[in-house]
């Protein structure tokens, strides 16, 4: 059953209230309306003035005691808020409003108490047990959900803190990195980008050169046989064939002579 949110205003205080005094201060919430529910039962039997007057003291104590837990609890909620998770945090709601209930229930105890001594009658001693054992299940019950908050959630713990530290510098480095990395693959997309600009430029410069060599390669044969054409055409013709008649005279010269001695020879004979 949830609980419908009241809102106490806040009251000054001429002290500040030191964080972590919530758990200390629980013990006593926690411990009193018991005390005092074992001692109406023993009374109900003994009956006893002065149990009645102790009982009455220690109720007392126990509004005293749920003032300074929601004082305290109101600190250490602010301080556990944002080490706590989404479920955390709704457990914490639940938990200040629950104790917001049960310090205003103190006060009903004890109200039923003071009627309890003032009509001495079964009745209303009834009543006021059925009010206080419904407070003690209230406290309880409070003090379930608190351990929760601490040993599931973590709240007002040293440890948790230490862990919370590191977690955040983790964190921290974690989008450091992942700056880094998105920096880096942009440096290596607009390189990327470049190289293929660069590819495709040279690309079409090789496209571009093979119609160039072609048009160097019909030109430059063209040039050679006009030269050579008029080489041919300017140098005389004949100066090679002079040359080999003079050789060949020579040769017939030489083999005449020697004709001319061998047939004396063959004459001799």
């Known amino acids: 059953m949830e609980l419908t949110p009241i809102k106490i205003p806040e009251i000054p205080l001429s002290f ?37 007057v102790i009982s009455f003291l220690l109720l007392i104590l126990t509004v005293v005691a749920a003032g300074a837990a929601y004082l305290t609890g109101t600190v250490d ?14 457990e914490l709601k639940d938990h200040k409003i629950l104790g917001t209930y049960l310090m205003l229930a103190s006060a009903v105890v004890l109200v039923f108490k003071l009627l309890s001594a003032i009509i001495s009658r079964g009745l209303m001693k009834a009543l006021y047990l059925f009010v206080l054992i419904f407070f003690v299940v209230g406290i309880l019950k409070q003090g379930k959900e608190g351990g929760e908050l601490v040993y599931t959630h973590g709240a007002n713990v040293k440890i948790v803190k230490i862990k919370d530290d590191a977690l955040f510098d983790c964190q921290d480095d974690l989008s450091d990195y992942v700056a880094e990395e998105k920096e880096a693959e942009e440096e290596a997309k607009a390189a990327k980008e470049a190289e293929a600009a660069e590819g495709k430029k040279a690309e079409e410069v090789k496209k571009e050169e093979p119609v160039e060599v072609e048009k160097t390669e019909a030109v430059t044969p063209e040039t050679p046989t006009a030269e050579t054409s008029a ?18 005279e020579e040769v017939e010269v030489e083999k005449v002579p020697e004709a001319s001695e061998a047939q004396p020879e063959i004459a001799t004979h």
């Not at 909620?77 to 709704?90: C, P």
């Open 16 to 52: 500040e209230i030191p964080a972590l005094m919530h758990p200390p201060v629980d013990h006593f919430i926690i411990a009193l309306p018991i005390v005092v529910l074992l001692l109406e039962i023993i009374n109900l039997f003994a009956k006893k003035r002065a149990i009645g």
């Open 77 to 90: 909620g602010k301080a556990a808020w944002d080490l706590l998770t989404e479920v955390g945090q709704s």
């Open 231 to 248: 080489t041919q055409s300017d140098s005389p013709t004949q100066t090679p064939v002079v040359e080999t008649p003079s050789v060949t």
